[in-house]
């Protein structure tokens, strides 16, 4: 069973910055692309950003872009997004989610529980 478990929101002010962190378990972790997607209180799902299974293509939604850096360890079966200058457009709730196979393909078939980031102006 494929367990992907988000950890590391919180309440910030705004310029701050956070680190996400989405553990995956019950999967080879290192043969699959990765997502992370968003949904703002009141609004629809956003896709953020994803990264192939080995780590070296990534792709970034215009709005974070040069704000937001994904990458992964797959030694650790371990998903990151790191996000700097942060603002109140950023407040959401933070999806991981698992790619269908190796490319950044964004056909997603399994997702975390979400961890809240809420960033205070």
């Known amino acids: 069973e494929v367990q992907l478990v988000e950890s590391g929101g919180g309440l910030v002010q705004a310029g701050d910055s956070l680190r996400l962190s989405c553990a995956a378990s019950?999967?080879?972790?290192?043969?699959?692309?990765m997502t992370w997607v968003r949904q703002a209180p009141g609004k629809g799902l956003e896709w953020v950003s994803d990264?192939?299974?080995?780590?070296?293509?990534?792709y970034y939604a215009d709005s974070v872009k040069g704000r937001f850096t994904i990458s992964r360890d797959n030694a650790e079966n371990t998903l990151y997004m790191e996000m700097n200058s942060l603002n109140a457009e950023d407040t959401a709730v933070y999806y991981c989610?698992?790619?269908?196979?190796?490319?950044?393909?964004?056909?997603?078939?399994?997702w975390g529980q979400g961890t809240l980031v809420t960033v205070s102006s």
């Open positions: 989610a698992k790619d269908l196979g190796w490319g950044n393909s964004r056909a997603l078939d399994a």
């Open positions: 019950g999967i080879t972790f290192s043969s699959y692309a």
């Open positions: 990264i192939n299974s080995g780590g070296g293509r990534t």
